[in-house]
Structures are given as C-alpha cells and as structure tokens.
C-alpha cells in the first residue's frame, strides 16, 4: 500500500451536526481491517469528543484542540502538546463580555462577532497568542500550534511519514494540515479556497464524501488519480528547454547505468538529495561499498565486517532515517540467503511504515542473481526503486522486464537502451546521434513507449 493512513476532520467532514453516521463508520470500519491506520484530526477537547462521539476507539490518535492536544483511544491516554494561554487572558475575555467560551487543556475558543475583543485581548495584555478561525469559531492556541503541529506529533507516535497518509476536512483550520499530508482532500461542502488548495474534492458532502474517499483507497489506493498529484512529484531533471520533469516517487521502477568513473555516483546523489529534501526516505542495499559515505544516511556494514541483521532491522524502523547496507563484509558463500533476509526485512518494514520509499540497489544485475541462490529466493519489489549498473552484459532479462524507466549516461548509454528493448515488449528503440556531457542521461519511460530523450540530472553537493 502506498497510503498507510487516513487523517480526518471531524465537524463538517465526518460528522454532520456534531454526528457520524453509521454508514461512515462502516466505512472506517472496513479501511482499519484493510490494515491502514486512521487518525482524527479536529479543535474539539477530549471530553467533549466523548459525548458526541460514541466510536473513538475506531481511530489509532486523536489529534485534538486544533493540535495542541494528543489523545490515545486504546489506553485512554491525554498528552498535552503545548501551554495554555495564562489565566488573565480567559479572565479578560470573561470581564469583557465573551460568552459562550470553551476552555480546554490549552485551547481558549470563542465565536464570532467577538473576534476583534479576543484580539485586542491578546494586544492589550501583549500575549504571544495565535487567532485560528474555524467558520464561526474563534479559536486561541500558541504560536505554532495548528493541526498540522499534532499530526506531525501523531505521525511519528504511529512509526509513519507523512508521505503515506490521505488527509481530508473542509474549513479554514484544515489548510495546514491538509498540505501535510501526502495527498489533501477536500469534501465537496468545504469552503471554496481549500477546495482550490486540495489535491482534489470529493463529489459527495460531509461523511458520505469521506466514504467516497475511502472507497477509492479500498480500490486501487488512488492510482487512477495519479495523474492529479504532480504539485507532489519530485524533480528527476531538466529538459534540454529547461522545463521541470516531474516524477512520482511511489511507482517508480528505474534503471540509472553507467560505466566506472562517469558520474553515476554523482548522478545517484543528486537524485537521493532531491528525494529527501521532499520528504521520503532511502535504503542503498550496496555490494562494493560505493555508497558508504552519503549526506544524511548512517551505514552499516563495511569491507571487514558484514552488517548485523539486527542492526538493519532498527535502522529502518527509526523515524525519518536514511540507511546504506553494504554487503562488501558478508562471505561470498553467504550472501545470497543473508540478501533474502534483507530484502524480507525491507519490505516488511515498507508494509508497515511505507519506508523506506525508495529501495536503491547498487550493481544490481549482481544482487539479482543473487536473489535466485541460496535456501530462498529473495523477494524483489516492483515500486520504489531504483536500480544501479555499471553494465548489462549477462543481466538476467527477467530482471529488466520490469523497469519503467531508463536513464543511461556515459559513452554507451544507446547500447544501454538497447538491451533494456531486448527484454521488454518494445521491439527497438529509435537511435539518437546526439553525445551526452557530464551530468546528462538519455532518459527513456519504457512503460509510456515513448522515444528517448536528452535530460540533465541533478548532481549531489558533494560532486
């Protein structure tokens, strides 16, 4: 599954006056037994929550008063997230006539037409307070507390990134955390500027656009709208016109050749980089320990010590961190059923988490022969991955058959392509003349049977 959690709003997304329908929770219900986690997101207080909400325990986190506090349904557990504002404040509020006023753990809310009084309340006694609107509600919070503050908190309580998670939710206190997640909704009642920052809009209102919404997860967890979410791609490169070419990072399945000694370590950095700087993560399974030194990634393994499963294990379970495992210390004679494990425990940890979000695999003609030896064949991933090579001769052609996309560079980047049209259902591919400089790939979506083309790749800081 790419999306491992739905993030709801409850007043005027779930709810409908205050109430989920059963037909709602059905289908919260049926996304929970798919293995997905569901989290809600709202500026009610707990206890208030309790009385309205009779099914609290269908979510695995509560992320309530606007983000300021976080509430564990399964062992009835409150953490407060941040100060509330000082008494003389809800004193002053009191004092000037501000009536009806919510007082939570640390959200003071009132409603309109008092805003301008809450305002000058907070000017007055020189506070460092934020006004949050929420339709009619005016809700008072410290400064950085918001929606998107408390998910982030629930996020990494529940071992997941925000990169696999669909949000949804429909008033002004939604915009930050709807542009958290990897994928915002808004339902079709929302209010007309979050329905344009949306990803898209549900055509059903309240609780039945949230069914909608989780049936299209139950379906095909939203592939028929990939074509929408280009605001969340990464930039693979640049276009010899100097246009942006955008990448989806969930489904790729590329292929980055080139011979010794011409940038292809480059070249893989500098799309690493741009990877992280968008949020996801990496794991470099590594053969010859070309990758043991990458910006903002712990390796494990070296030429005189084989690295400890165990070790693996932890590393990719640690939120928001980036690994390289070089195999260079594991006896030859091993290596094959100690890749099996490795790539079992890999992408067990991807089921669960969604991390890593890319699988990098150095000289992988080599480890893919690999796979086939030993006790049991090593799983092999068809999304999130790149493949490196520093040659194709003898690659086993079921291991090209797969890729997506190819990004050839160096001197034999036409030959490159060849082969991969050697195993694919494309019977050639057309000839290009044009010579390639440091930094450049013949880039090729196989998948799309479009003609190669001449891009310029990112290039790592370190290069």
């Not at 694919?424 to 083309?453: C, N």
Request: proline share 4%.
């Amino acid at each position: 599954m790419r999306y491992l959690a739905l993030c709801c709003d409850y007043d005027g997304t779930l709810a409908d006056d205050g109430r989920v329908s059963s037909a709602t929770l059905s289908a919260v219900e049926r996304l929970r037994a798919s293995g997905r986690k569901v989290v809600l997101v709202t500026g009610r207080v707990v206890a208030e929550l309790q009385t309205v909400c009779g099914r609290l325990d269908l979510f695995d986190r509560v992320v309530a008063e606007n983000g300021a506090c976080l509430y564990n349904p399964a062992t009835d557990e409150e953490r407060v997230l941040a100060a509330r504002p000082p008494d003389i404040f809800i004193e002053t509020l009191r004092r000037r006539g501000v009536k009806p006023l919510s007082i939570g753990q640390v959200i003071v809310a009132a409603w309109l037409p008092h805003e301008t009084i809450v305002l000058n309340a907070i000017h007055d006694l020189g506070l460092e307070l934020q006004v949050i609107f929420n339709k009619d509600a005016v809700m008072v919070l410290p400064t950085g507390i918001n929606k998107a503050s408390g998910l982030a908190v629930a996020l990494r309580d529940l071992n997941l990134s925000p990169c696999n998670i669909v949000g949804i939710g429909d008033a002004e206190n939604d915009h930050a955390f709807l542009a958290a997640c990897q994928i915002g909704v808004a339902v079709e009642n929302a209010l007309p500027l979050l329905k344009d920052a949306a990803d898209f809009v549900t055509r059903n209102a309240r609780g039945a656009g949230v069914v909608e919404l989780i049936e299209e997860l139950l379906h095909d967890d939203l592939r028929a709208r990939d074509g929408q979410f280009s605001r969340r791609r990464m930039v693979l490169g640049l276009e010899e016109s100097g246009q942006e070419m955008l990448q989806s990072v969930h489904d790729f399945n590329a292929l980055l050749v080139g011979a010794p000694g011409e940038h292809l370590h480059a070249a893989t950095s500098g799309l690493l980089e741009r990877l992280t700087a968008r949020g996801y993560n990496f794991c470099v399974v590594d053969p010859e320990g070309a990758y043991a030194v990458l910006d903002h990634a712990l390796a494990i393994g070296n030429v005189t010590q084989a690295p400890a499963l165990e070790d693996a294990r932890q590393l990719l379970n640690t939120y928001d961190t980036n690994v390289v495992v070089s195999l260079e210390g594991v006896p030859i004679d091993a290596r094959a059923d100690f890749f099996a494990v490795l790539m079992k425990c890999i992408l067990e940890t991807r089921s669960r988490t969604g991390r890593p979000h890319w699988l990098v695999i150095n000289e992988f003609p080599q480890l893919f022969r690999m796979s086939a030896g030993g006790s049991a064949r090593a799983p092999w991933p068809s999304e999130g991955v790149l493949h490196l090579g520093t040659k194709l001769e003898s690659t086993d052609q079921a291991a090209l058959r797969g890729i997506s996309t190819v990004l050839a560079i160096g001197h034999h980047a036409q030959s490159t392509l060849d082969e991969v049209s050697a195993a694919s259902d494309i019977a050639s591919v057309a000839h290009t003349t044009v010579g390639l400089r440091p930094g450049e790939a013949l880039y090729w979506p196989v998948s799309q049977k479009r003609t190669p083309r001449k891009i310029r790749l990112p290039a790592g800081r370190a290069n």
